[in-house]
Structure formats: structure tokens, C-alpha cells
């Protein structure tokens, strides 16, 4: 290859650095396409232009496309934590729902040995109150019986009181059996 030099205006050389950046070339890249567009007349300029747009659309598109993969990457890595942040909180669940069925069956343990209990508390209940009742009853029975102790020891009393002044009026003389009449009539008082 051969080197060719030109002198140009500065507006060209900023015109030529533009076209050749958009095309994604180099300068002197630029230069030799242009040169050989020439050459080759109006219409291959045409065709030139056509794969140079084309080549920088297909490269804008290799770009656009990396820049894709790039977020696909990404974006597969959020789906790969996604899809472990959800199977942690799938199993996180499943042990929840274990604990909760243990709670359950405790639970139901605790309602069984509640009822158990309560079924007890009620027999308790009905007993204290049978005992109460009883009680009561043998309240009335004792004050019952103490009234008829007061009135058969009056009754005795009077029985006592009266046997005395029945022998104090007996006349002094009885016979020495005296002693078995008090008896026989101690007795008979006892009995009434």
C-alpha cells in the first residue's frame, strides 16, 4: 500500500471525522472508502453508502444486541434469587404449616384435658352441693336432736323434782323397803 497526502480545509476534516464516526471507522478508513467510491462512479457511491449505513445499523444493532444480553443476564440473575428467595419462603412456609398442625394437635390435647377437667369440676361441684345439702340436713337433725335432749332432760327434771316431793310427802314410817320402793319408782319415771 501506498500513502497519499492531501491538503484540505479544516470544515472538511471535522465533516470527514463525523461521517467516519457514524460509520464507526477511522479517519483515514473514511478516506479510502471515499476515494474508492469515487472511482467507481455515481452509482456504486449509492450502493457504498447504502452498506455503510446498513453495516453501521447491523453494528448499532451487535451493540444493542450485547447491551441485551447484558440486562438478559441480569435479569436471570434476579430470576435465579427470585426463584431461591421463593423456594426459601416455600420451605419457610411448609415448616410454618408443620408447626401449625403440631399447634393444632396440642391444642386439641389441651381442649380434651380441658373438658376433662371441667367434667370433674361439675362432678366436684354436684358432690360439694350434695355434701352442702347433707349438711343442712344434719344441721336440722342435730338441732333436732338437742331440742328433744333439752326437753327429755326438762322432763327428767321435772320427773326428779317431782319423785322428790312425791317421797318428801311419804309418810317417814314406811318400812325398811323403802329404799326398793324409790328404785321401783325411779324406774318407772325412766320409762315414761
Not at 72 to 78: D, H, N, Q
Request: proline share 2%.
Amino acid at each position: 500500500m501506498q500513502r497519499v497526502y492531501a491538503v484540505v480545509k479544516e470544515e472538511i476534516v471535522h465533516l470527514i471525522d463525523d461521517r467516519a464516526k457514524v460509520t464507526g471507522i477511522t479517519r483515514s478508513q473514511w478516506i479510502c472508502k471515499a476515494i474508492e467510491s469515487f472511482l467507481h462512479g455515481p452509482g456504486d457511491d449509492r450502493i457504498t453508502q447504502e452498506v455503510t449505513t446498513l453495516t453501521a445499523k447491523l453494528e448499532e444493532s451487535i451493540s444493542k444486541a450485547d447491551y441485551l444480553k447484558g440486562e438478559l443476564r441480569v435479569k436471570e440473575g434476579e430470576l435465579a434469587q427470585l426463584k431461591n428467595d421463593a423456594e426459601l419462603k416455600w420451605r419457610e412456609t411448609n415448616q410454618l404449616r408443620s408447626e401449625v398442625t403440631q399447634t393444632k394437635r396440642e391444642l386439641e390435647s389441651v381442649r380434651s384435658k380441658a373438658d376433662q377437667l371441667q367434667a370433674e369440676l361439675d362432678k366436684k361441684r354436684t358432690e360439694e352441693e350434695q355434701s352442702r345439702i347433707e349438711t343442712e340436713a344434719l344441721k336440722r337433725d342435730q338441732a333436732h336432736f338437742q331440742d328433744t335432749i333439752k326437753l327429755r332432760d326438762q322432763h327428767i327434771s321435772f320427773l326428779e323434782a317431782t319423785v322428790h316431793q312425791a317421797l318428801e310427802k311419804l309418810p317417814k314410817s314406811l318400812p325398811p323397803s323403802q329404799e326398793g320402793a324409790k328404785k321401783w319408782l325411779v324406774a318407772i319415771l325412766a320409762e315414761g
